[in-house]
């Protein structure tokens, strides 16, 4: 039987922030100490390590865990979590999960309402300083499930963060990759046919876009795609583009920057305990949740009716 432990797990990506975590953690980790905060901590290795360094230290007992890294670290540091309670039936509501910024997106901490500034983040965690977000689970065609700790979806910005991966995984680590990737999506835009659907309701069926589901409102390192995400109302926002004229479309992209997605009389926007994204069509469409792509269509997403704890104002 494990003793529950009070101090804070560490998950630490050196490869975040375009190779700028080393630096970033030394100042951290003597800034935590300076304020007497009680942790260890562990570097990742490989792809999905903080999933499973979060996974085996909550075996051991740990339940209050900080990821320093981006938006990815986060949404491997939750999944582990997700599937530790899956397995042992372990309430969310004993864990505490935070992110010590040094990404490049850190559009958790947006949604969240954490200032992108290490020594407030540091002053929020050693005063204990926290809220709640719902533990949403995402199942794909592989029939895994991860969790999603704010943003996915299906189409235009999965392609993008395929491409923004892919070019990590061969080393790029320039801030550059983002727009280049972004370019060559649009240059080659391509329309995917889906059928969505929120809570057994039929909510578009057709060619589009862009599919996004949200617990938390900002994605693509301040977007606002699905704006009135909350992210302790036990629903998950969703958002489809459908193909409308590139013209329409420009005209309607002023709303991802001032938070009027679900005014559009273009977009179609809905809250819902549960998504899921069909194609109609065989070309295989990829998920990405996170910023982390995992998985293809069909995908499921859902409000689980659970609670996390997170550090937070």
């Not at 740990?62 to 981006?70: D, E, L, P, S």
């Not at 559009?107 to 926290?130: F, H, R, T």
Request: hydrophobic share 35%; glycine share 12%.
């Amino acid at each position: 039987m494990y003793e529950t432990k009070t101090e804070w797990y560490i998950i630490v990506n050196p490869r975040a922030g375009s190779g700028k975590t080393i630096s970033g953690w030394a100042e951290a980790e003597s800034l935590l100490r300076g304020r007497g905060v009680p942790f260890t901590f562990e570097f990742t290795h490989y792809k999905s390590h903080a999933r499973e360094l979060a996974f085996q230290a909550a075996g051991k007992g740990f339940r209050k865990f900080i990821a320093v890294g981006g938006d990815g670290t986060v949404h491997e540091m939750f999944s582990g979590v997700l599937d530790y309670c899956s397995g042992t039936g372990t309430p969310a509501r004993e864990f505490l999960l935070g992110n010590i910024p040094i990404g490049s997106g850190n559009d958790w901490l947006k949604s969240v309402g954490v200032p992108n500034d290490l020594e407030k983040v540091v002053g929020l965690i050693a005063s204990g300083s926290s809220g709640v977000q719902d533990l949403v689970s995402v199942r794909t065609s592989d029939g895994r499930a991860c969790c999603m700790a704010n943003i996915g979806g299906a189409g235009f910005d999965s392609r993008v963060c395929e491409r923004v991966n892919a070019r990590k995984e061969r080393g790029h680590r320039s801030r550059l990759i983002y727009v280049t990737s972004l370019i060559v999506t649009i240059l080659k835009l391509k329309r995917m046919n889906v059928e969505v659907t929120g809570d057994g309701e039929l909510l578009y069926s057709g060619p589009c876009y862009s599919v996004a589901f949200g617990n938390g409102r900002f994605s693509g390192g301040g977007m606002l795609q699905t704006a009135d995400a909350v992210m302790d109302d036990g629903l998950v926002d969703v958002m489809v583009v459908p193909v409308v004229s590139l013209l329409r479309i420009m005209r309607e992209l002023h709303r991802l920057f001032d938070g009027t997605t679900p005014k559009s009389p273009v977009l179609i926007y809905r809250q819902c305990r549960e998504v899921t994204v069909t194609p109609l069509s065989p070309r295989t469409e990829p998920v990405e949740v996170d910023g982390e792509i995992e998985g293809h269509l069909p995908v499921s997403v859902s409000a689980t009716g659970q609670r996390i704890g997170i550090v937070a104002p």
